[in-house]
């Protein structure tokens, strides 16, 4: 079954066998508590709560939050919250992990560290997954949170990461535009052509297994079918693309916060690459966008 809206994938992480167990670290912050309150609520996810005890209680008491009853694990230092985080992960006793108020780099240093983390085989690369407006569909967006300025390969694998989420979602044969400025390979004045192309070219060689790529292609081109045929430009992916790659983390971060602020969307977002998916929302997500967020890798966790 495809998957074509954020409430299918709640309609499918709540027929799991038991919720999700979620590992939140450090916890002492409203909008993961919240968030975290909201998902129990609503039958998806069990949190797990991790940090400072008497200052996690005092900000949910602040905000009208109750996590009395819930589990909970005291660390003190941030970086030791994290930890604890992936070593519950490892030891079978949570099935994700969700940052809270850290730093990204904390928690993806955590995870990476090859002696007591969840090393990737690969890479690992932010996914981001929104409805179109056109349709009943959902696009992907990578790499818009970790990934600052990917070269060839590391694109690559951050398309294969993307594709593997898209096939999870029901999409067999996914069709991914390598975004550009332009359909036209101009180097050296816009490296992100020539990347884009040749990223096509291993598209058309099966690099990418069942996969359409196309590239590059202009973000306007890749989504919309008018536009697409406007200018002439006729292949599987404009105007139907399924996964939206981006040159870097400046033009990827920029598009992820105009769909959330100017075109209102929800926004549910994960870390994916290793065995552990990891929600790492930020601040200015609206509640609805980190709720879905836990939602979806709470659905990659389980396929």
């Known amino acids: 079954m495809t998957i074509t809206s954020l409430d299918e994938i709640i309609s499918a992480v709540r027929n799991h066998s038991r919720p999700a167990r979620v590992a939140i670290a450090p916890c002492a912050e409203e909008f993961v508590i919240r968030s975290a309150l909201t998902a129990h609520k609503e039958g998806i996810a069990d949190p797990v709560f991790i940090g400072n005890l008497e200052k996690s209680l005092s900000v949910a008491a602040e905000h009208g939050l109750n996590i009395d009853g819930f589990e909970f694990h005291e660390e003190n ?9 992936v070593a519950m992960f490892k030891e079978g006793k949570t099935d994700l992990i969700m940052k809270g108020l ?14 007591t ?35 060839l390969q590391r694109k690559a694998d951050i398309l294969r990461n993307a594709i593997d989420v898209a096939r999870k979602l029901g999409i ?3 069709k991914a535009a390598i975004l550009a ?7 050296p004045a816009m490296p992100a052509t020539l990347d884009a192309d040749i990223l096509a070219k291993m598209g058309a060689e099966d690099a990418f297994g069942e996969a359409d790529v196309v590239g590059p292609l202009a973000l306007d081109l890749a989504i919309s079918q008018t536009a697409a045929n ?13 996964i939206l790659l981006t040159p870097e983390i400046e033009s990827g971060n920029i598009l992820y916060k105009a769909l959330a602020t100017i075109a209102n969307k929800t926004m549910a977002s994960v870390v994916v690459g290793s065995d552990v998916p990891i929600v790492v929302s930020s601040r200015g997500d609206s509640d609805s966008s980190k709720f879905h967020s836990i939602a979806l890798a709470c659905y990659l966790a389980e396929n």
């Open 77 to 85: 230092d941030d970086v030791e919250a994290v930890a604890t985080a």
């Open 102 to 115: 850290v730093s990204t780099s904390v928690v993806l240093k955590a995870i990476l560290n090859k002696q």
């Open 117 to 151: 983390g969840v090393p990737p085989k690969g890479i690992i690369s932010h996914v981001t997954v929104f409805e179109a407006s056109s349709r009943q569909r959902l696009i992907l967006l990578t790499d818009a949170g970790v990934n600052i300025k990917p070269n």
């Open 172 to 174: 067999q044969r996914p």
């Open 181 to 187: 400025a332009t359909e036209k390979v101009n180097y």
């Open 230 to 242: 406007c200018k002439g430009i006729d292949n599987p992916v404009a105007g139907n693309a399924d």
